[in-house]
């Protein structure tokens, strides 16, 4: 499988951003598909996950309420609505999926075979 990622760019603090992720195939309905990020100088972290099948939905607390994810079965592509951006949202964002959704588990990098190439997020103050 693999991911393309896009819609990153520079945005002022309070503003809105939707970043999408096409899949070069069909995530089968136990597959999970999710967004992670990594700041400057930081560790890559979890940032929302999405079963396909759309059963269940997870985001990060320093996220939620702020973020949405979505996917569209129909595209083969996942969504990130990103409203009220913070400085602190600024990282390289990354989609990443998985054929196998595994309870407790989706929350971790090592769980996803398959990664996009990444889309920078800027928030400016």
């Known amino acids: 499988v693999q991911l393309q990622a896009s819609g990153g760019g520079l945005v002022q603090a309070g503003e809105s951003l939707r970043l999408s992720c096409a899949a070069s195939?069909?995530?089968?309905?136990?597959?999970?598909m999710a967004w992670f990020r990594q700041a400057p100088g930081k560790e890559r972290e979890f940032v929302a996950m999405?079963?396909?099948?759309?059963?269940?939905?997870l985001y990060a607390d320093s996220v939620k309420g702020r973020f949405t994810i979505s996917r569209d079965t129909a595209k083969n592509t996942l969504y990130l609505q990103m409203k009220s951006l913070k400085v602190e949202d600024t990282a390289v964002y990354y989609c990443?999926?998985?054929?196998?959704?595994?309870?407790?588990?989706?929350?971790?990098?090592?769980?996803?075979?398959?990664w996009g190439q990444g889309t920078q997020v800027t928030v400016s103050s």
């Open positions: 990443a999926a998985d054929k196998v959704y595994r309870v407790g588990t989706m929350t971790r990098i090592s769980s996803y075979d398959y």
């Open positions: 195939e069909r995530t089968n309905s136990n597959g999970v």
């Open positions: 999405i079963r396909w099948n759309g059963a269940r939905i």
